[in-house]
């Protein structure tokens, strides 16, 4: 299939477009920046959607970026890159002569409430309490198309594990050098996928017809806590992780209200990706940190 992704530079984007590559797909990504196989977000307003099976969107400034005040300006790009990416794709969707099969987006699990007690699946209820759940309701809406004649696709993913990138490339030199260990009380919930699920899980969703509507991308066993997940990392890198990264210090570096991404968590299951019947790569936490420290 011809596959156009949005955002596909990425950290998440360069693992799906090698996987859709090497399963046969033609991938053509947009970017703010020109280059080999690739449109600007300028040239698809300028010339409409370029004729595709599908389109996923990954594209939005990097929230957890430390370098980053988390102020007013900071936060509407971290807005604006997600809703006008979603949306000028969703319109070129709509005015698209030959519509693609499947419209795909990636958000975020921070759709659901933090809590220490609460579980949820892709039917519970969320989107309106705090600044990253409000997000995602507005990304999520930004993508919804009028008619019927394309299959959407809401992929909500939990943090994703892999190579050279994401919220895991920040901790593994601490790590490394035995200086890790939970975050705040790490007593929350860290819902966790490896990126090769993540990647595959978008590439089921957009070879499987019968595949619509939200499914939770994070891996089975992702109701782990943040504790544990430091312990199984210190375990994969053979180092101790006892040291904890006090609350303050958190709060200190990324402001308080982007640092409940980090101090905070959600219990999430995958109750639906697993019924539309994906099969993980790693659905074990031990075995996913392993392959990503590797
Ligand atoms: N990584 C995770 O753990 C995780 C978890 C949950 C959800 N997500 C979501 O999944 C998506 C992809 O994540 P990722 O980790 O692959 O992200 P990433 O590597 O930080 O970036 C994705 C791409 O977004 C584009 N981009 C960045 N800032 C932009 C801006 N201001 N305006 C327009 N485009 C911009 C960039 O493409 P160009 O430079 O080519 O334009 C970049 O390569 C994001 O929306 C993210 O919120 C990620």
């Known amino acids: 299939m ?7 530079t990425g950290f998440i984007g360069t693992a799906l477009t090698q ?4 399963k046969g797909h ?6 703010r920046q020109p280059g080999p196989g690739r449109i600007t977000w300028n040239e698809l307003t300028r010339s409409g959607l370029p004729l595709c099976d599908v389109v996923i969107n990954l594209a939005g400034e990097n929230i957890l970026n430390p370098l980053r005040r988390w102020n007013q300006a900071f936060q509407k790009e971290v807005l604006n890159s997600r809703l006008d990416t979603t949306h000028l794709l969703a319109k070129a969707i709509t005015k698209a002569t030959h519509p693609p099969q499947a419209w795909i987006l990636v958000t975020g699990v921070a759709y659901y409430q933090p809590s220490l007690t609460e579980e949820y699946d892709e039917d519970s209820p969320g989107g309106d309490f705090d600044f990253f759940s409000n997000l995602v309701t507005k990304w999520e809406a930004a993508a ?3 008619g019927e004649s394309t299959r959407q696709v809401v992929v909500r993913s939990g943090v994703v594990l892999g190579r050279g990138g994401g919220a895991i490339g920040h ?16 007593h929350q919930f860290f819902p966790w996928i490896h990126i090769g699920d993540l990647a595959g899980i978008l590439t089921h969703a957009l070879e499987a017809d019968h595949v619509q509507g939200v499914l939770n991308g994070v891996a089975p066993a992702s109701t782990t806590t943040n504790a544990e997940f430091a312990q199984a990392l210190g375990a994969a890198l053979g180092r101790p992780a006892f040291i904890p990264v006090p609350s303050t210090v958190v709060q200190a570096v990324f402001g308080r209200e982007r640092a409940t991404m980090l101090l905070e968590g959600q219990k ?3 109750r639906r990706t697993l019924a539309t019947g994906y099969q993980y790569s790693f659905p074990e936490l031990g075995a996913a940190l392993k392959d990503v420290v590797a």
């Open 19 to 22: 996987l859709l590559k090497a």
């Open 144 to 146: 919804r198309l009028p």
């Open 26 to 31: 033609k991938v053509t990504l947009v970017s």
């Open 268 to 270: 999430v299951v995958p």
């Open 2 to 8: 011809r596959v156009l992704v949005g955002g596909g």
């Open 171 to 186: 901790m593994l030199l601490p790590f490394r050098l035995g200086l890790g260990g939970p975050i705040g009380s790490g």
